[in-house]
């Protein structure tokens, strides 16, 4: 199928020939007539399928009569409202209104927390067709009446089980009580428990159901692979696992803020260009973390699980889970930023004795055995001398004059879990880390020095996994 076959206008098919695409994904193939039509639409679809511009596509068409150029903000209500659980996405989702709609005078604007309200504030007051928005964001915006909602045709909800999963329904229920009963909904969600079955139950109307993949299931271009690593010596294994596989681009994921934190400074005092991605960030850092690491410029990001989902990162080809998530499907999401848009991309964790359990729950929700081997103690001994093979360092952060001990990253106990667990909804994430100084002073474990014979072994065990067939 082409674009040209799904009814799209001109000014579309343009902007999406200047993208570049050839051809829909299944999920625009399948999810663009119905939006056209008019019909509500419930699809599972994860990101990298192409689900943004199978929203954002067929709803710039439908508003493209109402595009104007008066200045008068009465001849531009919000009559589009997308919804996403975090800022990142809301970034995305705007930028993609913006390049899909580059042709079309359509008025599109986005507000999230975490950033000034005030300049939000004087965009809405002039008037927006689309709003891009976080849900905390949107009510304060509500509250200070700066936006109306009484026009809005239609409603997406991104990543609805996300929202859903960051406590966001009651905010969500608040927005939809204020919104027009007669409307078009598209409710876009990568899994479907049962809270979000009931959920869009709820709001949608007669949908289409659109699935682009089964259920709860990984992308087959994902090569999976674990290694039981002491906790311990998760630090070195990882920063062994990088250099001698040569990995340039590697988001890793910990399961707190602290550990996040921890983490990137103990790789960055080893010489890695390396940031830190979580709520207790400024807005500001996210983004500026996020986008150093898009354009190459940070070798590792460690993130939370604010990461896991939505974001887009074109051709990363490693994840590595430095703790695998409380929540299996986190797993999913994780490893859903790798293996898109037709490459090839690898998930590695680093499973302690204490989560073999997890690892077992993660195989049963991806239906997939996920390879595991035992990592030696040389495995985790074979480090570079401190800095000696140093990446240049940020020109904007100076060196310390004298490198810290190595730090091994302690253990897990005494480590507080993180906040809210995953993100915190927007507009309540302000609070920073205190205790961080609390948590127990980090062990040394002075490994004997391997062989030139066992180096060779070692570097044998981190060569690309063999690929893991889905069942
Ligand atoms: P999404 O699932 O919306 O996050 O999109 C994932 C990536 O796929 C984005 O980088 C899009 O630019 C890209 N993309 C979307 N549609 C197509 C298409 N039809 N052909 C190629 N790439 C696409």
Do not use: W
Request: hydrophobic share 40%.
């Amino acid at each position: 199928m082409q674009f040209t076959d799904l009814g799209l206008a001109a000014e579309l098919l343009r902007a999406v020939e200047e993208q570049g695409y050839t051809e829909p994904t299944a999920i625009q193939e399948q999810a663009i007539p119905p939006i056209l039509l008019g019909q509500d639409v419930q699809a599972g679809a994860q990101t990298g399928t192409g689900k943004t511009a199978a929203f954002t596509l067929p709803l710039l068409q439908r508003l493209k009569g109402h595009a104007n150029t008066s200045v008068s903000p009465a001849r531009h209500p919000v009559r589009v409202l997308i919804l996403t659980p975090t800022r990142e996405l809301a970034a995305q989702v705007f930028e993609s209104v913006r390049t899909y709609g580059k042709h079309i005078p359509l008025r599109a604007a986005c507000v999230f927390g975490g950033v000034s309200i005030d300049p939000q504030m004087a965009e809405l007051r002039a008037g927006v067709e689309i709003l891009v928005a976080t849900p905390g964001r949107l009510l304060d915006h509500v509250h200070q009446r700066t936006v109306n909602l009484s026009r809005v045709q239609i409603l997406v909800l991104d990543e609805a089980d996300r929202m859903l999963d960051m406590g966001f329904m009651p905010d969500l229920k608040r927005i939809i009580s204020l919104l027009p009963a007669v409307r078009q909904n598209l409710l876009f969600s990568a899994t479907f428990p049962d809270d979000i079955k009931r959920f869009a139950d709820q709001v949608l109307k007669d949908p289409v159901r659109i699935q682009v993949e089964r259920r709860n299931t990984v992308t087959d271009l994902v090569s999976h692979s674990a290694f039981k690593v002491d906790p311990l010596r998760k630090r070195e294994f990882l920063e062994n696992l990088v250099r001698t596989r040569d990995m340039r681009q590697v988001l890793v994921f910990t399961s707190t803020k602290i550990m996040a934190n921890r983490l990137a400074r103990s790789l960055e005092r080893d010489g890695f260009n390396c940031a830190a991605l979580h709520s207790d960030k400024t807005q500001q850092e996210r983004m500026a973390a996020l986008a150093a690491f898009k354009e190459g410029k940070t070798r590792l990001l460690v993130a939370t699980d604010i990461a896991a989902r939505g974001l887009d990162i074109e051709l990363l080809p490693h994840v590595i889970n430095f703790e695998l998530p409380p929540n299996p499907e986190d797993y999913i999401h994780r490893i859903g930023r790798t293996g898109r848009a037709g490459i090839a991309g690898e998930a590695i964790s680093l499973v302690a004795p204490d989560e073999m359990d997890s690892l077992a729950s993660i195989e049963r929700l991806i239906k997939q055995k996920i390879p595991i081997q035992a990592a030696p103690a040389d495995a985790v001994a074979e480090r570079s001398p401190r800095r000696s093979r140093a990446e240049p360092s940020r020109p904007d952060r100076p060196r310390r004059a004298e490198p810290a001990p190595p730090p091994a990253l302690p253990p897990e106990t005494g480590i507080p879990p993180e906040a809210g667990v995953r993100a915190a909804p927007e507009g309540h994430c302000g609070a920073l880390l205190s205790g961080v100084g609390t948590v127990p002073a980090p062990q040394r474990v002075t490994p004997p020095a391997p062989t030139d014979k066992r180096r060779k072994e070692v570097a044998a065990l981190f060569l690309p996994p063999v690929t893991a067939k889905q069942d």
